[in-house]
């Protein structure tokens, strides 16, 4: 009976994962009347609240559970969770995370990253599981112009629109790159695998590498792409009064003239994750594309997905 409700499961994820960028009328076109009337019901519904996990070392730790499927079903909570770096944890928040009951812990960060903001702090008996996801040169080109402290290079370098393009051209290699992409792969496997307990993801900021990360296993899951694009936006929220500070420090402190120039690297935007699927459906033709050809992931590791994370 539960691989048959499996099945079904896998069945709805597949026509979500076809479907699930048409409007809402022409999915209960397209979809059986039950999944119709499961993705109606869901419109009616209030999107539960995202379950963030307060820290004072960290501000961007949530639980990716709580969120309603395509199919009427809704993710489990206690089983992943996306974070922003956790090197400044303090005493109090190990223990917190201790609470978490994780299995694993999956560090998205190169080793740049790592020799200037240090490994994680993590509860006894885990150790971090490090899997660099390339950004471009990102953080060497934001460390570079915060030491210059010239505030002329810091706008050649991040005015003009240049840190927006940077920062799309960062998503699209999300897509385009093969080490890119085996991690993620890599990641998602990990997740769906039965003996595995719950798992933790993240970056630097939790919110560009993690953020992508996040949007894909939910759309895999069949959230709605709005639903899955609202948690990305998320990070903005949680991080605000954190980088400001960062901002307010740099200014005080003399090294930026103008620290707005960082708002759009700190900053998740619609037009960045805009960036990593236009050229996902290039590349792929569609989610589901990118998900078997990108990713490499077969129906059978979609159907564990479900069968774990989705009730």
């Known amino acids: 009976m539960r691989r048959a409700r499996i099945r079904l499961a896998t069945a709805a994820t597949a ?13 209960a076109a397209a979809a059986p009347a039950t999944a119709a009337r499961a993705w109606h019901h869901q419109l ?27 199919a009427g079903g809704q993710v489990r909570q206690g089983l992943v969770y996306r974070s922003d770096a956790l090197s400044k944890l303090t005493a109090a928040d190990i223990t917190t995370v201790s609470g978490l009951g994780l299995t694993k812990a999956v560090d998205f960060r190169i080793p740049m990253e790592l020799q200037y903001d240090g490994a994680d702090r993590l ?12 950004d471009l040169g990102l953080y060497a080109t934001l460390v570079g112009a915060i030491s210059s402290g010239d ?25 385009t790159s093969p080490e890119n992409r085996a991690q993620f792969a890599a990641t998602l496997r990990e997740i769906a695998d039965g003996a595995q307990g719950p798992l933790l993801y993240h970056c630097t900021s939790g919110k560009d590498r993690t953020g992508w990360m ?48 960082l708002i759009p690297l700190q900053e998740v935007r619609q037009d960045y994750l805009d960036a990593a699927t236009a050229r996902m459906e290039a590349d792929y033709g569609s989610f589901y594309g990118y998900l078997t050809d990108g990713l490499g992931l077969d129906l059978r590791t979609l159907s564990k997905l479900q069968g774990k994370l989705v009730r």
């Open 151 to 175: 505030p002329v290079k810091q706008e050649q370098m991040l005015g003009g629109g240049r840190a927006e393009a940077y920062m799309r051209d960062v998503y699209r290699t999300f897509v």
């Open 123 to 134: 509860p006894p008996g885990l150790s971090p599981t490090s899997r660099p996801v390339s």
């Open 15 to 27: 026509a979500a994962l076809v479907l699930g960028t048409l409007p809402a009328a022409a999915y």
């Open 44 to 70: 009616q519904s209030p999107s539960p609240a995202i379950r963030q996990i307060p820290l004072q070392g960290a501000v961007n730790l949530r639980d990716i559970g709580g969120y309603y499927t395509y």
């Open 214 to 261: 996040s949007y894909v296993l939910l759309r895999a899951l069949a959230v709605p792409q709005a639903t899955a694009e609202s948690d990305y936006l998320a990070s903005n929220t949680f991080r605000a009064a954190y980088d400001a500070q960062v901002r307010a420090g740099l200014k005080q402190s003399g090294r930026m003239q103008n620290p707005d120039l």
